[in-house]
């Protein structure tokens, strides 16, 4: 699975055709009054990694949620595929999430977590097996399918979180802050397990952190948040070349992509502190 | 000698085994030192004469006893599930029903006993219904927390991927609620017993029908001290070993996963 792809430069040469999602002055208003979104326009377009970034409080969660259609916008609305949300989910669209913490079933083996998706779908033990394996192999979890999670590193279990969203083939897989509990040698391994997967996969991501690394390494495009209320400040494309290795992390293009989104996120709080 | 002694689970045992043994004959040793009549303390040794020369009466009331609460178990698990399932439909079938369910536990039993017992004919079945409202709460409120404690992260995992009610209750709900469960049997369990005794002692039904209560009430008339203990022992032992059956139960469905039984081990 290491870079065989050939590199047909993707995304931003990529023919535009339909968004994989649209937001369309998307907003979200509580009935209380809180104000965790202004309205945002995005759109994401197929084979991009898309990173949402900025401080709690910024909506970026609150946007993921609407993506996966597990939060309503207040008031404007969101496409997927051009289509709404069950509609393009009947033919067949696949959207999966991977949480902040693991979420995998303490009961369940490995393999069992991994397989839900499928059984949840109907698909037979039987042809849901080879799908699970090779799951598990693209996390690195080869031999782990028997044991149950709580005998895993919290590492390990976050790849397990990641085979059973990719058992599906998504395509559009979510993720929310997944390493953010995470220590920081740990969470670049992933990340660099994560950008080859979506590499080689030609997966379309849109990830939530709220670390300038995390956001540099793996995005073709970082949206910055900003909080207080809740809005898309700015985004930045990051024009580095794929596959990217940990070889990236130590260039000079790195660095300056550091501090250009450090600055936007110092000139984004700055403007919310006036407007407040 | 000491590596045995290191062994935890021998200590688990070997210990409150010890502290068993001692009572026992520190008690001995006090009743026969202090020349206490039969009548006010037996000795361990006059319950233990006891347990075996009045076996065949003490036995055939350990086994009424323990057909009541059994039986009432039984019905305190049925219906006390049940009724958590109801009470996780919908709220307002909790929120206007959860009152009753606590005005059954904090009504005493001894206090709707007797109406029980007038009401229903048969002993037998008027003894299971006392002793079941005593049980029957613990596995309502455990068994409803149980259901509603489900991982948020996983409930949304479970919408995303469009699972039906019934994929949800069956993978998710019944699994993640069944560590609430099965403590609310190890105090079910316990409380099944104390309602069968206690509604035997309000009923005192004697004859053929009688139980472990009607022996106890029987020999204190009689000042029959010594059967009075073995009757009491034989209680206490029933308990314990319905107590450690609960454990072995949960552990035998939860041992595997579940972080209370893990940590037991070390």
Known sequence: MN?????????????????????????????????????????????????????????????LKMVA????????????????????????????????????????????????PLDLAGVAPGAAQPRVDSALDLVGLKGFGRHYPRELSGGMQMRVSIARALVNEPDLLLMDEPFGALDEITRNRLDADLIRLWWARK???????????????????????????????????????????DAFRVTQSFARYCRELTELLMEASAAGDTSA | MTPLARNPKFARIAAPLMVGVLVIVVWHALVTLLKVPQYLVPGPVSVARTLVTDWGLLSSSLLVTLKITFLA????????TTIAFLFVQSRWIEVSFFPYAVLMQVTP??????????????????????????????IISNTTLGLRSVNPGLL???????????????????????????????????????????AEFVAGTGGTGAGLAYQILQAGFQLNIPRLFAALLL???????????????SRLFLGTWHDSEMVQEG
């Open chain 1, 203 to 245: 997966l379309t991501v849109i990830f939530v952190t709220h670390s300038i690394y995390e956001a540099v390494f793996l995005s073709t495009r970082v949206v910055v948040m900003a909080a207080r209320p809740g809005r898309v400040f700015r985004e930045v494309v990051i024009d580095e070349p794929h596959p990217r290795t």
């Open chain 1, 69 to 116: 259609g597990l939060l309503q916008p207040s008031y404007g609305r969101l496409r997927w595929w051009g289509g709404g949300f069950d509609e393009v989910r009947g033919e067949g669209r696949r959207l999966d999430f991977v949480f902040q913490d693991a979420t995998l079933m303490p009961w369940a083996r490995v393999d069992r977590n991994v397989r839900l």
């Open chain 1, 3 to 63: 870079a065989t792809a050939l590199p047909e430069q993707l995304a931003a040469e990529a023919p535009p055709g339909i968004p994989v999602v649209q937001a369309l002055a998307a907003e979200k208003v509580y009935p209380n009054g809180t104000r965790a979104l202004d309205p945002v326009d995005l759109s994401i377009r197929a084979g991009e990694f898309v990173t949402l970034l900025g401080p709690s409080g910024c909506g970026k969660s609150t946007l």
């Open chain 2, 156 to 198: 949304s995992l479970f919408r995303m991927n469009r699972a039906t009610r019934m994929q949800t209750l069956l993978r998710l709900r019944i699994p993640s609620a069944l560590p609430y469960f099965f403590g609310g049997l190890r105090i079910s369990s316990g409380l099944a017993l104390i309602g069968a005794v206690v």
């Open chain 2, 109 to 138: 039993v001894v206090a709707i006993a007797p109406l029980i017992i007038i009401w229903v004919k048969n002993p037998t079945i008027a003894l299971t219904i006392c002793a079941t409202l005593v049980a029957l709460f613990p």
């Open chain 2, 235 to 249: 209680i206490t032992v029933t308990g314990v070993l319905l107590f450690a059956l609960m454990v072995w139960l």
């Open chain 2, 73 to 80: 178990f039984a019905c305190a698990v049925v219906l006390g």
